[in-house]
């Protein structure tokens, strides 16, 4: 269900909602601000209230208070915005936690007070209200749907409200409902999102976003001579499949871009049969191809002037008689051989000929995202992703548009001494290596098929999938990245 998203000049206690959302800076009190004026609508049970909650405006504070029919707004959440610098960070934030609260008080209309200081701050609040209000309901069926949505939101501001306030709130909608995209096919069953339909629903965003896409089926990818993506879906029922999506801005391009995702869209580990615990979550192994899906739906959006392509590969890894097997060697792409070691890694056997693909059209950066290796999650744990880049300069970049996203990263090292490791007797190259510094040795494999051109690989193991809700956040498929990703190719358009 669509939220009606509007901005408003409106003192936000008095709009008609369910619930306002208000920041209050730290070291607020009831003698000024907000708190002041609530005291005077609703009396000295604010003072009390304040006190015994200890509330002061630090940052993740929040207090909750009935207004019992005295003001418009039927209950207002208070959030500590902190002592820093509101930016768009915050406020993202700020409306992601509201609307979640809400939500889960079962508020169908919301008011959110934007507060002052950010850049684009009706944007950011937007994208923050869609992410905090999702929820994947696609399966559940009689009482188990939920029988209240967040269907009007209103954002209130204190001074005039300009035409670049009300299309960054449309935009923001948009770029909101784009990330959404990846958490849905995230949490997808595998029974229902395998390669061929993760290949169509890749088509059907193309065709609601105006982008071009090409889709190659197992034919196409054996003409090509593709062979490492075949590799790993040969011991499936479901044929692999690789989609091209393209965007071209009206103007001239300054750039070119690529964008390239994982889709294993489940990964039993092959004949390298992943243990039985935890294996369902695997449904999420193709974390990074969403996460292009719906970085192409923002980039469609938002308009940059830059030629953005998105590469996904898409395959099931299963065990039968015709699985891949270690002892095997195949060609590839790019032409090299690989000597299989582990039936369990397979998402860089396929990234490997998606960043050869890639190549070919000689972009000015080639950034792939994937939910590789859970070596980067023992390293960073579960809200970090680990990225690597083979250019410094590439790297301040990433790190720059990563903060400005609020999205947690951290760069790791391509260390040289563990190319050794890569070694193999019998082919040109290993696919994998010894198990210290295993997301370092996986992204130093990739690193073999982009030849030079400047290129960032992202682990995405750890925060793709979420197991609670957290900042903007919900539990489940998280779409983590692609905010980032948009801020980059605004920072390079």
Not at 130 to 139: E, I, N, P
Not at 347 to 363: K, Q, S, T
Not at 421 to 427: I, V
Request: net charge neutral.
């Amino acid at each position: 269900m669509s939220i009606k998203l509007s901005v408003v000049s409106q003192d936000p206690l008095r709009i008609d909602a369910d619930v306002a959302v208000i920041g209050v800076p730290e070291g607020a009190t009831t003698k000024e601000g907000i708190l002041a004026q609530l005291e005077g609508a609703l009396g000295p049970v604010v003072s009390r209230l304040v006190k015994r909650e200890d509330f002061t405006g630090k940052k993740d504070q929040t207090l909750d208070l009935q207004t019992n029919g005295a003001l418009a707004a039927h209950r207002v959440l208070l959030m500590g915005l902190g002592k820093a610098n509101v930016t768009d960070v915050e406020v993202r934030l700020l409306a992601a936690k509201g609307a979640r609260l809400a939500l889960g008080g079962k508020a169908e209309s919301l008011t959110i007070a934007l507060p002052e200081g950010a850049l684009h701050a009706a944007r950011a609040a937007a994208e923050g209200v869609v992410l905090g209000a999702y929820r994947f309901t696609s399966f559940l069926t009689g009482d188990r749907i939920p029988k209240t949505n967040l269907a009007r939101v209103t954002l209130a501001t204190a001074g005039r409200v300009s035409k670049a306030d009300r299309d960054g709130a449309a935009l923001g909608q948009k770029v909101g409902e784009s990330v959404c995209i990846a958490r849905d096919l995230i949490n997808t069953p595998p029974n229902e999102l395998y390669p061929e339909k993760l290949a169509k629903a890749a088509e059907e965003v193309a065709k609601a976003n105006g982008l071009e896409c090409k889709i190659f089926d197992k034919a196409q990818l054996t003409k090509r001579g593709m062979k490492l993506i075949l590799a790993v879906g040969q011991g499936s029922a479901r044929d692999p499949r690789l989609v091209h999506l393209t965007y071209k801005p009206a103007k001239p391009a300054k750039k070119k871009l690529v964008f390239v995702g994982k889709g294993l869209t489940f990964d039993s580990g092959g004949l390298c049969i992943k243990p039985a615990q935890g294996m369902e979550e695997m449904k999420g192994d193709m974390g990074g191809a969403a996460n292009v899906v719906a970085l192409m739906a923002a980039v469609a959006a938002t308009k940059p002037n830059v030629e953005v392509h998105g590469i996904i590969g898409c395959a099931e890894n299963m065990p039968d008689g015709n699985a891949y097997r270690p002892g095997d060697v195949f060609g590839s792409l790019d032409g090299k051989t690989v000597e299989i070691i582990n039936t369990d890694a397979e998402g860089r056997l396929v990234l490997a000929d998606c960043l050869a693909y890639a190549r070919a059209l000689e972009p000015d950066l080639i950034l792939d995202n994937a939910t590789l290796t859970g070596a980067c999650v023992v390293a960073l744990g579960p809200t970090v992703s680990g990225f690597f880049a083979n250019r410094e300069e590439l790297a301040d970049q990433f790190r720059k548009a990563a903060k400005a996203a609020g999205e947690s990263t951290w760069q790791l090292p391509l260390v040289e001494e563990l190319r050794e490791g890569l070694k193999s007797d019998w082919a040109d190259i290993k696919h994998t290596a010894d198990r210290w510094g295993g997301s370092i040795t996986a992204a130093l494999f990739l690193r073999e098929f982009v030849g030079d051109r400047p290129w960032i690989h992202v682990d995405i193991a750890g925060p793709s999938l979420a197991n609670k809700p957290y900042g903007i956040y919900p539990k489940g498929g998280t779409g983590h990245g692609v905010l980032t990703f948009l801020r980059l190719i605004e920072e390079l358009s």
